[in-house]
């Protein structure tokens, strides 16, 4: 037969036959990536690009139903032979667009991505630079030398949010590209789901057939045979194929308690872990914050949040909302003494940060402030200069040690109703004077060094 259109025509009818004997999902998956070359003597020369695909249609029984479906179109006993490509781009000397499934715009619901994590969302610093650097040559050449992406840190460091930028920025470049992220126990979940339901094909096809793969949290799959197994075929069908595979963790590969032959494939590729935010990183991610919800907290709080919530990005963000929000529904100005008290829950346990504050010292740092000689507060006069200095004393004294009103009354030469109302006194100018708020922020800020 030396029709090219004939034989065009006979390979669409085969096609058709195959997919209705062994379902849409294996004909897209193994069957319309072949090339027919040549038929002769009842024999029908087909090209493939690799042994998986040969070792596929074997394995699911489709060269078979080619076998089949040619005799039935033709009425006699056809046989067919695979060649396997060397040169890929000397592929297809019979070029029938016809033979190619139609590239479909993926859905982007159907992605799992979020369109808010972007590369352009994500502050750089020292500890993440080069996980992002390397986030983006992926995203810039995926399948390329970077593959796989493996990238590691402990839970709220940002790991999610890169994931999701190199998807949105794969998309972005290509907007065909079939793009999925999942987090590791969805994986798992949605297989046990496959085991019960006995829906293998369909599974593998969505998987294997993906342009990029972006599993979160891949510690999820360890002790989960069945599903670690499936991954670890679905990793290889996608590397074969050059699709990129970007896999986070919250441990590096060695330490993970996966299949070994698992954990060098992922080293095969490029590998980033993500530190804790320097202090420089976790200032501008809170004022980012800030800015961006209308929080109109003073830059003394901010800092004073980023001295103390050291462990995650994550922590960063409860913890400056947290604050603001107990400050708008309370009707109150954000002042430290407030926001010390709120961020104790967003410093790890163990992580002791607290700082033993004597009321000698709180005399000494208020005096400075004020101009005044640490004896100054103690004198027996209610002139200004030295009354309001003392009465700050006092609430700080209240606020940052952990002694009685009679035992910080006797430290002034008062008594604790003296102390009462002078804490209260000021309390009352630091919700209401912002410039005020300030300047006892800066004497606590000295207090505690």
């Known amino acids: 037969m030396e029709n090219n259109q004939q034989l065009k025509e006979i390979w669409n009818l085969t096609l058709d036959k195959v997919e209705s004997k062994a379902g849409k999902d294996l004909t897209d998956l193994w069957v319309r990536s072949i090339n027919p070359l040549l038929f002769e003597n009842d024999t029908l020369k087909l090209e493939i690009s690799n042994s998986l695909i040969y070792d596929n249609l074997k394995k699911n029984s489709l060269d078979s139903a080619i076998i089949s479906s040619l005799s039935e179109i033709l ?87 890169i994931l999701h930028a190199i998807g949105n920025e794969i998309l972005k470049k290509k907007a065909n590209a079939k793009i999925l992220y999942v987090s590791a126990d969805s994986f798992v979940d949605e297989f046990i789901q496959v085991i019960k339901e006995g829906k293998f094909d369909s599974f593998r096809t969505k998987y294997r057939t993906l342009d990029c793969l972006l599993l979160d949290d891949v510690q999820f799959i360890v002790k989960k045979e069945r599903s670690e197994e499936e991954f670890f075929h679905t990793f290889n069908s996608l590397f074969e194929y050059k699709k990129q595979i970007v896999v986070s963790s919250d441990k590096a590969p060695n330490d993970l308690e996966l299949n070994e032959r698992l954990i060098t494939r992922f080293k095969t590729g ?55 929000h107990f400050c708008i529904n309370n009707n109150i100005y954000p002042s430290i003494d407030i926001v010390e008290n709120l961020v104790k829950d967003y410093i790890p346990a163990g992580d002791n ?75 009352q100018m630091i919700q209401t004077d912002p410039f005020f708020n300030k300047s006892i922020n800066d004497i606590i800020n000295k207090i505690k060094g």
């Open 353 to 427: 940060s607290s700082i033993y504050v004597s009321i000698d010292k709180i005399k000494e740092e208020v005096a400075k402030a004020f101009n005044l000689n640490p004896s100054d507060i103690n004198l027996k006069t209610r002139a200004e200069r030295i009354s309001l200095p003392r009465q700050v004393a006092m609430y700080l004294a209240c606020t940052l040690t952990d002694k009685s009103l009679p035992e910080i009354g006797e430290a002034f030469g008062k008594n604790h109703a003296t102390v009462i109302f002078a804490r209260d006194k000021v309390l």
């Open 270 to 324: 490029a590998i980033a872990d993500i530190k804790r935010p320097e202090y420089e990183l976790r200032v501008a991610i809170l004022n980012k914050e800030n800015e961006k919800n209308n929080f109109h907290l003073p830059s003394d709080v901010i800092n004073f949040i980023a001295e103390k919530v050291t462990d995650s990005i994550r922590s960063l963000k409860g913890c400056v909302t947290n604050v603001a």
């Open 75 to 161: 009425g006699r006993e056809i046989k067919i032979e695979f060649n396997i490509s060397i040169k890929p781009e000397a592929k297809k000397e019979i070029n029938f667009s016809v033979f190619q499934a139609p590239e479909k715009k993926q859905n982007y619901s159907e992605t799992g991505l979020s369109p808010s994590y972007t590369f352009d969302e994500i502050l750089e610093g020292e500890s993440n630079r080069f996980a992002i650097i390397m986030a983006k040559k992926v995203a810039e050449n995926p399948g390329g030398s970077s593959n796989p992406y493996f990238v590691y840190a402990p839970s709220g460091m940002g790991k999610t949010h």
